[in-house]
């Protein structure tokens, strides 16, 4: 499931636009963004982030609030 270019079903993705700081393996901290959820029955959520500036694809990770910073979308 957690394979180069795995995607979950099409059908069971909601689309969103979360900004967030990823904690990298390395200690670094990039800007992104959540731009699609998606939660199996009985398992944590997922959600397919991307690094901002940094030329990455977007790619699925399980969601980890120690690796992924929520930010506010709006109302600061």
């Known amino acids: 499931m957690n ?3 795995w995607q ?19 200690g670094s901290w990039a800007v992104g963004r959540i731009n699609a959820w998606w ?5 944590p959520a997922w959600c397919r982030v991307r690094a ?3 030329g990455e694809a977007p ?4 969601f980890d ?6 930010l506010p979308a709006t109302g600061i």
């Open 8 to 26: 979950p079903p099409e059908h069971e993705v909601e689309p969103a636009y979360q900004p967030v700081q990823i904690n990298r393996t390395d």
């Open 3 to 5: 394979g180069p270019g």
């Open 65 to 70: 609030p120690e690796h992924l910073l929520l």
């Open 52 to 54: 901002m500036g940094r």
């Open 59 to 62: 790619a699925w990770m399980p």
């Open 39 to 43: 939660r199996p029955a009985g398992a």
